[in-house]
């Protein structure tokens, strides 16, 4: 959950970021915004969350 919670703060960030700068305008951040929600209640979320559970895990093992 802390994970899922950090990617969606760190995404909104970004996308704030993206639209201040002028280099996204609202219309398509909106788009975008729609297509998580919607891809979020399709059968391809657990298989998008467990691919970002593996990535995440990968990066946690990596020792710096």
């Known amino acids: 959950m802390a ?5 969606v703060l760190l995404l909104a960030i970004i996308l ?3 639209m201040r700068g002028g280099s996204i305008k609202a219309g398509p951040a ?3 915004i729609l297509f998580g929600f919607f891809l979020a209640s ?3 979320a657990p298989s998008i ?3 970002l559970s ?3 895990q990968t990066i ?5």
């Open 3 to 7: 994970i899922s919670l950090s990617v």
């Open 16 to 18: 704030v970021v993206l």
């Open 30 to 32: 909106i788009v975008a």
């Open 42 to 44: 399709t059968g391809m």
């Open 49 to 51: 969350n467990r691919f």
């Open 54 to 56: 593996s990535i995440a």
């Open 60 to 64: 946690n093992s990596i020792g710096f």
